[in-house]
């Protein structure tokens, strides 16, 4: 899969995941892009229990290093750290599990989010 | 007096420095003076990001500058002090930063600095964390803490809460009856724990009662309700630890204190305790 979402949230059972591919993956790209450097911050250590951000997979074609983390307003990468305004990347890759996440989690997740 | 002022919040990258004038120390001095003096007392906290600013005076050819009065010495002996914990004499510092510090670092400081509760409850646990009394171990198999082996690249993301407490690295996400073939069919504690049962842990009232070599060690089940579960484990020093899904083990809650009893810890979401077990080497999981 070109890229793959994990919500990262469970401890005993399986985090859920999904492919992003076509359109969504070309607008992920471009909202990476567009992302400020984080000048070195690492951002909010997450909690161990509950839930702990989404964590970005890409295929090795995609040409882009990971995981990244995206958590409380941060991007993390094995290679720096950007800045998720507003927390719209989070958000935005949330919602496109509506099809994979239970509806309930969703919602609980988006509320989390703010 | 002038002073050198450093935003303390990088790990890697040297942090921003700046002067701030004569001028602009008097009016810190003033904002640092109207605080009680427990508000003043904020030292710098060691988490990551922002932390705080130091102030170092700035030396005359004969001596070093005054120290700012009110606040704490970075450490011992020194001239230069902390601020942190004092909300209002942290914005006027911010303030003063001109080019040293961009925009997008500043409101993220700003941000951290009205955070000052979360920053307090992070002291809280910390503090909490060091207050805490392990209880006496009474497995004799009671494996060790030790989560360099749990933590390695190949494992942390194939090895789970149950494998952590049964301390058996699986790598394959282990599920509660799984390996028995009487997998749980909901998260309840009425079905993840006969899960476990089959595949041969069994339950018991506390974690107080003497288990000879041979016998196995203390484990902890948690839910929760209807999204998930959690195992603790109890380690030989007495505390427990756990390992929050493909993420790295710890000894430590959900408030970052030390883990006494997981009845009673902080657990988040998991709020249903639903019983201490014994697992032993013979317990099967997959």
């Known amino acids: ?114 | 007096m002038p002073a050198i002022v450093t935003l303390d919040i990088y790990s890697g990258v040297p942090n921003p420095s700046w002067t701030l004038s004569d001028d602009q120390v008097q009016e810190l001095q003033r904002k640092i003076g109207r605080t009680s003096g427990a508000e003043a007392q904020g030292g710098s906290l060691p988490v990551l990001g922002y932390r705080g600013f130091i102030i170092r005076p700035v030396e005359s050819e004969h001596a070093p500058g005054p120290r700012v009065e009110g606040l704490e010495a970075s450490h011992e002996g020194a001239e230069e002090s902390v601020l942190s914990g004092i909300p209002e004499a942290e914005d006027f510092v911010l303030s003063t930063a001109g080019e040293a510090v961009d925009a997008e670092l500043t409101r993220h400081v700003r941000e951290a600095i009205s955070a000052g509760t979360t920053r307090a409850a992070l002291a809280e646990a910390a503090a909490e964390a060091a207050r805490v009394t392990c209880p006496r171990c009474h497995a004799a198999d009671a494996p060790a803490y030790n989560p360099g082996f749990w933590n390695a690249p190949g494992r942390q993301p194939r090895n789970n809460c149950y494998n952590y407490a049964n301390d058996q690295a699986t790598n394959t996400f282990a599920q509660p009856g799984r390996a028995s073939g009487r997998m749980y069919t909901a998260l309840t504690c009425q079905s993840v724990q006969p899960a476990a049962v089959s595949d041969g842990l069994a339950a018991c009232p506390n974690f107080h009662g003497a288990l000879a070599r041979g016998h196995g060690w203390y484990v902890a089940l948690v839910i929760w309700p209807g999204r998930d579960y959690h195992w603790y484990r109890q380690d030989n020093v007495g505390c427990w630890s756990h390992k929050p899904g493909s993420t790295p083990a710890r000894n430590t809650d959900n408030s970052g204190a030390a883990i006494a009893d997981p009845r009673t810890c902080n657990r988040g979401n998991y709020t249903q305790f639903c019983s201490y077990m014994i697992t032993t080497r013979r317990v099967r999981i997959r």
């Open chain 1, 1 to 114: 899969m070109p890229a793959t979402v994990i919500a990262d949230v469970f401890s005993g059972v399986p985090n859920p995941e999904w492919a992003i591919t076509g359109q969504l993956l070309v607008q992920l790209k471009l909202m990476l892009q567009q992302l400020a450097t984080a000048g070195g911050l690492a951002g909010p250590e997450p909690p161990g229990l509950g839930y702990r951000g989404l964590i970005l997979q890409f295929s090795p074609e995609e040409g882009i290093a990971g995981p990244l983390r995206v958590f409380e307003g941060y991007v993390v990468g094995p290679h720096g750290s950007w800045i998720d305004q507003g927390r719209v990347l989070e958000k935005w890759l949330l919602e496109t599990g509506i099809r994979t996440l239970n509806a309930d989690i969703l919602r609980e997740l988006l509320q989390e989010i703010g």
